[in-house]
C-alpha cells in the first residue's frame, strides 16, 4: 500500500473512533483496534489466558515471545499519533471510496519499509506501564526488543535488549537475543562477540547459541564452536560443526577428527552420519558414503543435503536409478538447484529416458539460461536448444 494509501486508511479509522491503537504484527500486517471506552491492557487477565492456553503459548513461542508482556512491543500508535501521522492524509467514504481505485496501483510494489521508515518519528512507548511486582525494567525491555524483532523492526528491537543489557549486564538470555537480532542485521562480527557473552554468562546456553553459529562466518563460527567444545558440553553439533568447516577447506584428517569425536557421543545420529557421508563422499570412499548416508536417511534426516549427496555418491557408483531417485527428493526439497538438477538428467540420460533427461536440461535453461553444461546435456540427446 502506497503512503498516502496507508495514512488514509489511518485517517480515516481514527476518525471514527474516539479511541484507537496501531499495533505491527509481521511486516506489512496491521491491526487496527477501535473503541468507544478507553482501552485496558489486562494483566492478570491476559497472565491467566495465556498460561492455560497451551496452543497460544506454543504460537509465542514460534514468534520468539516468551511472555504476554511481549504483545506490548507490537503496539505502535494511539490516536494522537496516528492523526499527526496521517495528517492532511485523505478520507475514504462510502460517498468518496478513493481506496478502491488507489489502491490497485500498488500492487505488486514493496512499500513496507517505506511505510514503516515515515512512521518512525511517530511511533511511541504503549500507555500500560508493566506489572512491577512480576516483570522488572530489564525484563520489560527485553520483552519488548522479542516483538520489535519478531515484527521486523530490528534497529529498534536491538535498542530495546541494549536497554535490557545496561540494566542486568549479565543476563545470558538478553546477548542471546541480542545476537540473533544482529545477525538478522547481516552485522556477523558483533552478533558473534554477543553469542559468546551469552556462553560466558549461560553456559547451558550452549544449544541455543549453536543454532546460531549457522549463521555466522566461517573463522566466527568455529570459534564459538571450540568455546563450547572447551567447556566439556557434551553436544555434537559443535563437533559436527567443526568437522564440515575443515571439510569445507578440504583438511580431511582434522574433518575425520573432529566427527570422529562426535560419534562417541552419539555414533548413530542422523546429523553425525550424515557428516561421516559427505566426509567419505569427498574422499572418493563412494560406497563407505553410502552406507553412512543410507543409515542417516533410515535414522530420521530428510533433507535436501541429504539426497543430493546420496544422489552424488550413487551417481558415482554409477547406480544411476537411486541417483535419479535421490536427486528427485532433494530438488522437491531445493527446486532451483542447477547442480542436482544437471546430475539427475545425466542419471536419466543413462538410464535411456531421454526425454526424461531433455526435460531438465530445459528446466536448467529456463533458470539459468547461460547454463553451458546444460545446453551441451541437449546436444548430447541430439536435441536443440
Known amino acids: 500500500m502506497s503512503p498516502d494509501d496507508f495514512r488514509m486508511v489511518l485517517r480515516t479509522f481514527a476518525e471514527s473512533f474516539p479511541q484507537v491503537t496501531m499495533w505491527n504484527m509481521q ?47 507490537l503496539y505502535r500508535m494511539g490516536r494522537k499519533e496516528l492523526l499527526e501521522f496521517a495528517a492532511g492524509a485523505d478520507l475514504n467514504t462510502d460517498d468518496n471510496a478513493r481506496l478502491e481505485f488507489s489502491a490497485p496501483r500498488s500492487l505488486g510494489k514493496s512499500t513496507t519499509d517505506l511505510n514503516r521508515r515515515l512512521m518512525g518519528p511517530f511511533v511511541t512507548d504503549p500507555p500500560w506501564k508493566p506489572d ?15 516483538a520489535f524483532k519478531a515484527s521486523g523492526w530490528h534497529d529498534r528491537a536491538l535498542k530495546e535488549v541494549e536497554q535490557a543489557i545496561s540494566l542486568e549486564p549479565r543476563n545470558a538470555d538478553y546477548h542471546l537475543l541480542r545476537a540473533q537480532i544482529l545477525i538478522a542485521q547481516d552485522k556477523t562480527a558483533e ?111 530428510e533433507s535436501a543435503a541429504l539426497y543430493s549427496e546420496l544422489g552424488e555418491a550413487y551417481s558415482r557408483l554409477k547406480q544411476w536409478e537411486k541417483a535419479a531417485s535421490a536427486l528427485e527428493r532433494a530438488l522437491q526439497r531445493q527446486h532451483r538447484n542447477t547442480g542436482w538438477r544437471l546430475l539427475q538428467a545425466k542419471a536419466l540420460g543413462q538410464l535411456g529416458r531421454t526425454k526424461e533427461a531433455e526435460i531438465k536440461y530445459r528446466e536448467v535453461l529456463a533458470i539459468d539460461p547461460s547454463s553451458s553444461q546444460a545446453w551441451k546435456g541437449l546436444k548430447s540427446l541430439g536435441e536443440k536448444y
Request: avoid cysteine.
Open 132 to 146: 512491577a511486582r512480576r516483570v522488572s525494567p530489564a525484563q520489560h525491555r527485553y520483552y519488548l526488543s522479542q
Open 191 to 301: 552478533a558473534a562477540q554477543a553469542a559468546e557473552k551469552a556462553l560466558e554468562y549461560g553456559p547451558h546456553k550452549a544449544k541455543a547459541v549453536l543454532a546460531l553459529a549457522e549463521d555466522l562466518y566461517t573463522q566466527q563460527a568455529k570459534k564459538i564452536y571450540l568455546r563450547i567444545v572447551n567447556s566439556g558440553a557434551k553436544e555434537i553439533l559443535p563437533y559436527v560443526g567443526l568437522g564440515v568447516i575443515a571439510l569445507r577447506q578440504k583438511e580431511f584428517a582434522e574433518a575425520q577428527r573432529w566427527l570422529e569425536q562426535a560419534a562417541k557421543i552419539q555414533p548413530k545420529h542422523p546429523t553425525v552420519l550424515l557428516a561421516l557421508g559427505r566426509l567419505e563422499l569427498a574422499k572418493g570412499n563412494y560406497a563407505r558414503a553410502v552406507t553412512f548416508l543410507e543409515e542417516s536417511r533410515e535414522g530420521g534426516e
Open 27 to 73: 511486516e506489512s500486517d496491521f491491526l487496527l483496534i477501535g473503541s468507544l471506552q478507553e482501552q485496558r491492557f489486562d494483566y492478570p487477565l491476559l497472565s491467566k489466558i495465556f498460561k492455560e492456553n497451551r496452543t497460544l503459548r506454543q504460537d509465542f513461542k514460534e514468534l520468539g515471545l516468551s511472555d504476554v508482556d511481549s504483545v506490548l512491543g
